[in-house]
């Protein structure tokens, strides 16, 4: 964490070197005056927007692992899968390291990036700091990195296509859940939670 509002004053994550915090206008961003590097970047969402966007994440990530993918037909037989069955196939094949890969970055650092967005917006726009507020911040630092919802995505229609050779393919409701999951993430992650500390405690709804 590079921002210390308490201080007034905010650390280049580069260098160290030390700036003054000023409000910076929305899309606005603050960079080092020794490195340049972008040492904060101010969103165009307002905080209820974007809680809006991270609730709507969070309807299509459980539609996107509650329903299956997709439905294969071969020779009248149906099978389905979510992406929890595919993670225990691969569980189930001795492929653990992959397995365990695909479980840590579709499903477990997607999921606390959009909780940890969600506890850290509501306390924001209800005007609470409550103590968690700093390691949430951190822990979002920590596993957005992780989330690959975009990869996985990019690879789920890639089979799609390849498995249309073998059998019919039918989407199921997850995959259009993670299309648009996909397009809600992008807007979620575009928001950097640093901005959080730098909206006062009952400021509602300023950016
Ligand atoms: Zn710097």
């Known amino acids: 964490m590079t921002a210390a509002p308490e201080s007034g004053l905010m650390a280049c994550p580069e260098c160290d070197r030390l700036h003054i915090d000023l409000p910076l206008r929305p ?3 603050a960079r080092c005056v020794r490195c340049g590097t972008v040492i904060l970047r101010s969103p165009y969402w307002r905080p209820d927007q974007m ?7 969070l309807i299509a990530f459980l539609l996107a692992n509650a329903c299956p993918i997709l439905e294969l037909r071969v020779q009248g037989s149906i099978s389905r899968a979510t992406l929890l069955d595919a993670i225990l196939a691969l569980w189930r094949e001795d492929r ?12 477990l650092a997607p999921l606390a990036d959009l909780l940890a967005m969600t506890a850290l917006l509501a306390a924001v726009l209800t005007g609470r700091r409550p103590a968690y507020f700093a390691p949430l911040l951190r822990l979002i630092q920590q596993v957005r ?3 690959m919802i975009e990869v996985l995505m990019l690879g789920v229609l890639v089979s799609l296509v390849k498995l249309s050779h073998l059998a019919q393919v039918v989407p199921g409701v997850a995959l259009w859940a993670f ?12 928001y ?16």
């Not at 809680?51 to 994440?57: E, F, T």
């Not at 950097?192 to 950016?207: F, H, T």
């Open 96 to 107: 653990q390291m992959v397995a365990a890969l695909v479980f840590a970055t579709g499903l």
């Open 145 to 147: 990195p992780w989330g």
């Open 27 to 29: 899309g606005e961003k």
């Open 192 to 207: 950097d939670p640093r901005c959080l500390w730098q909206l006062p405690a009952g400021r509602k709804g300023a950016a």
């Open 179 to 190: 299309i648009a999951l996909t397009v809600l993430l992008a807007a979620v992650l575009s």
């Open 51 to 57: 809680l809006a966007l991270v609730m709507a994440a």
